[in-house]
């Protein structure tokens, strides 16, 4: 896996598609705003562990059914409600590929280390965070190491706040030895906090993408609306149902469906608690 592949499986902890602001029982330390929290994720309870398993979905007897499983991944969090470490399990044609991150906090319980493993390889990933006078993280350095050395590879993040939400993140990373920006971000809010409207743009800040979301009135996500807004210009619909919570209230089935209505994911989720 490159450097590349690793800095944005850290994004993936920063930006979330389907998420909400809203606080829950078990995360009062750490507020709901922060995108690696239980809170941020839209989970409930003082959860120790969140298991997800994925299955594409095949035709069988002229209906989609769950198919074959394509990956697995276990988050632990801590007593804050901050997630520890993530452990994945990729299913393909060759057989299987694990992975691990394990991920440390700073003072202001933002990511500054993450250590991942992979094949017997570890490479760690550092972030160097600058806050403001109100304690909101404005910037963020990050740089590769390998065996204790730093790699080279860089990048830088920008955060701009309304409240305590993130309006506006741009990433830059090093091209032929200089940061260049590589994608810009805005978001839109509605008033439950639940994002609502993502814009990407390029490194050329021309407008890549427009995704949209709605949710219900539990919080739950239950349409993304993506339009490519570039040479293609296509728009594709994911639909999303909810079933078997537990005493918590947290979902044990996620199944996503296209705008024809033919279901083309399955995740089951499994929790443990402290």
């Not at 305590?164 to 990373?173: C, K, L, V, W």
């Not at 949209?212 to 293609?232: A, T, W």
Request: charged share 30%.
């Amino acid at each position: 896996m490159k450097f590349k592949q690793l800095s944005l499986a850290i994004l993936a902890t920063l930006v979330m598609s389907c998420s909400n602001d809203d606080k829950v029982e078990g995360t009062t330390t750490v507020p709901a705003s922060n995108p690696a929290s239980l809170a941020f994720k839209g989970i409930k309870g003082q959860v120790k562990t969140q298991t997800e398993i994925s299955y594409d979905s095949e035709l069988k007897d002229g209906e989609y059914v769950k198919g074959k499983k394509i990956y697995e991944n276990k988050i632990t969090f801590d007593r804050r409600g901050l997630m520890t470490m993530s452990e994945s399990v990729f299913y393909n044609t060759d057989g299987v590929d694990t992975s691990k991150r394990q991920f440390f906090y700073d003072d202001h319980n933002n990511i500054k280390t993450v250590v991942w493993e992979r094949e017997g390889v570890k490479k760690e990933f550092r972030i160097e965070n600058t806050y403001d006078s109100a304690g909101q993280r404005v910037k963020g350095s990050g740089s590769m190491y390998e065996n204790g050395k730093k790699s080279g590879y860089e990048e830088m993040y920008k955060y701009a706040y309304s409240g305590d939400r993130i309006t506006e993140y741009e990433e830059y990373n090093n091209e032929e030895g200089s940061l260049m920006l590589a994608r810009r971000y805005t978001y839109k809010y509605d008033t439950k906090g639940n994002k609502i409207e993502e814009k990407e743009y390029s490194e050329k800040n021309e407008l890549r993408s427009t995704t949209r979301y709605e949710y219900n009135d539990n919080g739950l996500c239950v349409k993304e609306v993506n339009k490519d807004e570039g040479e293609y210009s296509y728009e594709s619909v994911y639909n999303y149902s909810y079933d078997k919570f537990d005493t918590h209230g947290n979902f044990g089935l996620k199944i996503a469906k296209n705008k024809e209505g033919v279901i083309y994911n399955y995740k089951e989720f499994t929790y443990t608690y402290y």
